[in-house]
């Protein structure tokens, strides 16, 4: 089985910068996926980690500690369109064809002037 | 590229009554999901396809929901009767098996009201 925990909310102010942490535990991991979901619509992805370190795209990035089973979600320039909620999901087998993704409660982050 | 599609996107119904959503995945994804998201929580695998065989329904409450994937296309889920706890929207997503990190990629959803 797996437990993913991630801050249920979080408020930041325009322009500044703000991390969405995430801790998991699996029995097997192979792959923690970031999706944005804005109120009323389906979840987008963001980003993927799959071996540690961090991985950069735009204003995002996320980052991966296999060993600590932790990830966390960096938004720089914060911008009003960034109010959404943030979800964490991590995939516990190699990729094929039962490779199954589990998502966390997601974090609702706020953006204010 | 067309996305992922489901129908309807809103139903209201009784408890008791039956439901039926509709999606249609990326052309050429194998894999299908149906999730379940509760407002306020995160999306919940109830079932997944590959091609046209279930690989994973550990979460699927069968007594009263059903998902069929004929063709290996095009895939329905059920619930009969439905409860006042299944209220939430029910997502579609799709992935390519044979893509380096195979993110999914959701549908808009249908949103289930039960009353």
């Known amino acids: 089985g797996q437990n993913i925990d991630q801050p249920t909310e979080m408020t930041a102010t325009e322009g500044a910068i703000v991390q969405i942490n995430c801790t998991y535990q699996?029995?097997?991991?192979?792959?923690l996926f970031w999706y944005q979901q804005h109120a009323g619509e389906a979840p987008t992805f963001l980003s993927y980690n799959v071996l540690d370190g961090l991985e950069e795209k735009g204003r995002f990035s996320s980052f991966l500690s296999r060993s600590k089973g932790y990830s966390y979600l960096l938004l720089k320039e914060l911008q009003m369109k960034d109010s959404a909620s943030y979800l964490c999901a991590v995939r516990d087998r190699p990729t094929g064809t039962a490779s199954k993704l589990t998502f966390g409660t997601g974090t609702r982050l706020q953006v204010t002037l | 590229e067309a996305g992922v599609a489901q129908s309807p996107r809103y139903k209201i119904i009784e408890k008791r009554q039956s439901v039926a959503f509709w999606c249609n995945p990326i052309?050429?994804?194998?894999?299908l999901y149906w999730y379940q998201q509760i407002l306020g929580q995160g999306p919940k695998l109830l079932i997944q396809?590959?091609?046209?065989?279930?690989?994973?329904d550990s979460q699927l409450p069968k007594d009263r929901f059903s998902a069929e994937r004929l063709k290996g296309v095009d895939s329905t889920l059920k619930i009969q009767p439905a409860k006042l706890e299944d209220s939430a929207v029910y997502l579609c997503?799709?992935?390519?098996?044979?893509?380096?990190?195979?993110?999914?990629?959701f549908g808009e959803g249908s949103r289930l009201t039960v009353l």
């Open positions: 699996t029995s097997g991991f192979n792959g």
């Open positions: 052309s050429g994804h194998a894999t």
């Open positions: 997503a799709s992935r390519y098996s044979g893509r380096k990190g195979g993110e999914l990629f």
């Open positions: 396809f590959q091609n046209n065989g279930v690989v994973d």
